[in-house]
Each structure stands twice: as structure tokens, then as C-alpha cells.
């Protein structure tokens, strides 16, 4: 692999679409993961567990569960926030998160304390409290302890590095540094889906396409494919009345414009956006 957090002898294997599939340290095999057609991980294989992952219309990790059905952990979200941690036989654990939605701190249902962390600026987080484990960093980032790296749907992230493992499907379109974690301004960005920033614009693009997908029109026919649409007018003129849309659409008044077409929610195939220029310097 191109980084990695591990400083023994590891390889990675990767499949069509360049996603991690199985991990090898000193030739032994510690990993192996599975994606479902839309290239959500839908199951991690390690020495020591299996862990079937679960997901809402929204892409969000909402449950897991063990080979046998058993449930592990189930996840509630207000928005895109992370909420809660349901754990069976244990307690229900509270999130809470920074201005970007990268957790701080976990209290239980006695509001106790159960986990803490510092974190690295790329997002590595050093544990004060661990009473229980917290998989979550970056919004849309999954700790996988047996590599060091976070899962961040399209890639997998180093923390120690601020550098992806593999280069962005996007290509070009999501910067000139085709492995930097938000071009090195981890502060005031995230990736959620690991393809380019700043997310604002991805959410807005995303979810545009998720209200056409739905059959919900704008006035005028703005927002219809193959039409030159600015972010004002997608705002202003669409999905009026819509308070799901409108609420996401929020995240477009930071966008230059929108793209030339819709694009269609995350799958195997990479919507052909064109962000806008970056406000920030390229790294």
C-alpha cells in the first residue's frame, strides 16, 4: 500500500474498483473486507472478529452485527450527526462532536464519562477514557484497529500521514494532490465520502441528485439535467416546500456553481462532478 499506519512489513490487495479487499502483515492475513455494489463496506473479516456492516438510505452506518445475526452495535444520527451508540446489555453512549462532527466525547446513560480522546491533526485519536470502544474519527471515517487506517467510504485514510492510501477516483477534478486529506486543512473541512472538497459542494451535488432521484422537481425546471444551474438559484428556486431538500440544499450558498448536469448519489460508478475553485490554497 501506498501508506499506512502499521511499521511492520504490510501489503494490500485491491480490487477492480481500488478498494482495500484483504490485508497482509509478515504474510499473514489480518484483514479481509467486502463492498456491496454501491461500494459501501458491507463486511470486515479480521483474526479475531466478523463484523457485518449496515447502512440507511442516506448512506449512513447505522448497525453491525456478527456472523450470526447477533447484533453488535446500532448508531443513531440527528441529520449527519452522530448521536448515539446503542449497545445491547450495555448502555446507550452520547456523542459529542466538535464543530465538524468528529467526536470528543462519549457519556453513558448514567452521563459518566466511558470515552475521550486528543486527536493528531489528521484525525489519529489518543484515548484518555476507553471504556468502550468508539469506531468513529472524521465524519465518515471508521477505525479499523487491525491497520491503523480509517475507512472513509471511497478510500481509506492514514491519520499518521493526512494522506489517503490510494489516489482519487475523481481524478484531477478533486484537486492537483490526488492523495491529500482535504488539502492539509483539516480544521474547517471534512470527506465524508473520501473523493475531493470542500464537502459542502459534494453534499449540495449529492443531494440534488438524491431530491431528482426522488421525483421532485424545481420550479422552472432549474435543476433538470444537461441545465447550467448556480448554487443561488438552486437554493432559492428548488424544492421549495421540502423541508428534507431544503435543509441539505443549505450547504449550496458555499458553492460557486453547481454542475453541468445532475450527477447520481454515490455508487460503484463516480458521479462526473466539476467542483468549484477551491477558497483555500491548493496543497
Known sequence: MCQHAKTDKTRGARDLSNQLVRVLQNSNQVAEYTYNGAGQRIKK?????????????????????D?????????????????????????????????????QVLTDDAQAIAWKAAYTPFGEAVASIENVENPFRFPGQYYD?????????????????????????????????????????????????????PIDCVRCFYYMARCAKEGLNCKENKCKENEDVTSSEVFNECYKGIPACQKQ???????????????????????????????VGEP
Request: charged share 15%.
Open 45 to 65: 473479516l479480521t483474526q479475531t472478529e466478523t463484523k457485518i456492516f449496515h447502512y440507511d438510505l442516506l448512506g449512513h452506518l447505522i448497525g453491525e452485527t
Open 67 to 103: 456472523q450470526y445475526g447477533q447484533t453488535i452495535a446500532e448508531y443513531v444520527y440527528l441529520g449527519d450527526q452522530l448521536l448515539a451508540m446503542i449497545k445491547p446489555g450495555e448502555s446507550v453512549y452520547y456523542f459529542h462532536n466538535d464543530h465538524l462532527g468528529t467526536p
Open 145 to 197: 484497529a487491525e491497520t491503523g487506517l480509517h475507512y472513509n467510504y471511497f478510500r481509506y485514510c492514514n491519520p499518521q500521514t493526512g494522506r489517503y492510501i490510494t489516489p482519487n477516483p475523481i481524478g484531477l477534478e478533486g484537486g492537483i494532490n490526488l492523495f491529500s486529506y482535504v488539502g492539509g486543512n483539516p480544521v474547517n473541512y471534512t470527506d465524508p465520502e473520501g473523493l475531493f472538497w
Open 249 to 279: 440544499l443549505k450547504y449550496c450558498g458555499k458553492c460557486a456553481l453547481a454542475p453541468k448536469g445532475i450527477p447520481s448519489p454515490p455508487s460503484s460508478t463516480i458521479p462526473p462532478i466539476t467542483p468549484p475553485s477551491p477558497s
